[in-house]
């Protein structure tokens, strides 16, 4: 049953990056030069999170070879 969950976790985990990195990217391509979020935006949320955790140092990062696979 562990081994069940942690493939699916594996898989999903590389579906979301791969999701999130073609999303970033879409986005990169339709807004060139300088753009605002809004703070209601959910990827505001997420970049507001993050930077509180770096400040609180909860955070994790992973390498550029782990979130992009190459």
Avoid: C
């Avoid at 999130?20 to 997420?46: H, K, N």
């Avoid at 930077?51 to 190459?70: C, D, F, M």
């Amino acid at each position: 049953m562990t081994n069940s969950n942690e493939q699916l976790l594996s898989q999903l985990e590389g579906m979301i990056r791969r999701i999130v990195r073609e999303e970033l990217s879409r986005f990169a391509e339709e807004r060139t030069g300088i753009f605002y979020l809004s703070p209601d935006s959910p990827l505001y949320e997420d970049l507001s999170d993050i930077a509180e955790r770096k400040v609180s140092e909860k955070i994790q990062l992973y390498t550029h070879e782990e979130v992009w696979g190459e």
